[in-house]
């Protein structure tokens, strides 16, 4: 996997281009939930599909359907690209023109091929379920060969990258510093608020420690 070919090299803003160290990549994909995969079908049309990924080592991992067309397109090995963003935080400057945003978005390239094997495939769903919520397959039961073979698994092979990083402050010209518009940064964040239970949930069930982890404190 290399971050600097043809297809990755930056036209425009080529300093928030980060190739020093796939840390980062890795960091951005492991918080991420969910990627948008484009890809073109058959009939020469072009498509994005959002979806829940997971990275494993150096590939990332999605799953869906088997009765799919487009995870079985996939399934095919044609060339996707795949798109990430994560917002950090609303940059505000003193005129709407110069007001942008902190950001860390990465394109990845490559192609996707089926995991087939069942041990695997079942090894891939689990990393899939821990990634959404650390822990849960310890908690809950394992899938059933009628689940697994219901399930398109997904291994996307990154070829090239290519990966931006914004943390700028407000880059306003020297007359508007001097005038009387409020200028900084407006942080993001993310967060799980809540856990309602199913309407059907057994009494006396609590939440599990999973669960649990992912909520601000009581």
Same mark, same amino acid.
């Given at each position: ?5 043809? $297809?990755?090299? !930056? ?5 928030? &281009? ?14 991420? $939930? ?13 498509? &994005? ?28 090995? %044609? ?11 609303? %940059? ?9 945003? $902190?950001?860390?978005?990465? &394109? ?5 091929? *089926? =995991? ?20 849960? =397959? /310890?908690?809950?039961?394992? /899938? +059933? ?26 880059? @306003?010209? *020297? ?9 900084? =940064?407006? #942080? ?10 199913? !309407?059907?949930? &057994?009494?006396?069930?609590?939440? #599990? #420690? +999973? ?6 404190? @009581?």
């Amino acid at each position: 996997m290399t971050s600097r070919t043809q $297809r990755t090299t !930056p036209t425009r803003y080529a300093e928030r &281009v980060s190739d020093s160290n796939v840390a980062e990549l890795h960091r951005l994909l492991d918080e991420s $939930r969910i990627g948008h995969v484009g890809f073109v079908v058959e009939s020469g049309q072009p498509v &994005v599909l959002p979806i829940a990924i997971a990275r494993d080592g150096a590939d990332v991992l999605m799953h869906g359907s088997t009765g799919s067309s487009w995870l079985r397109r996939l399934s095919q090995g %044609v060339p996707v690209s795949l798109a990430v963003t994560a917002l950090d935080a609303l %940059v505000v400057a003193r005129s709407a023109f110069e007001s942008s945003m $902190r950001y860390r978005s990465a &394109v990845l390239f490559g192609s996707c091929q *089926p =995991v087939l094997d069942p041990e695997e495939k079942a090894r891939a769903l689990d990393t899939l379920t821990d990634s959404l919520i650390p822990g849960r =397959v /310890a908690e809950v039961r394992p /899938a +059933s060969d009628k689940e697994l073979a219901a399930t398109q698994v997904l291994r996307l092979t990154v070829e090239d990258y290519s990966i931006k990083i914004s943390q700028n402050w407000p880059d @306003d010209p *020297p007359e508007d510093v001097d005038g009387p518009a409020w200028a900084g =940064v407006l #942080p993001t964040q993310t967060r799980y608020i809540a856990a309602w239970p199913a !309407p059907d949930l &057994v009494d006396g069930i609590g939440l #599990p #420690p +999973s669960v649990r982890a992912l909520l601000p404190p @009581d």
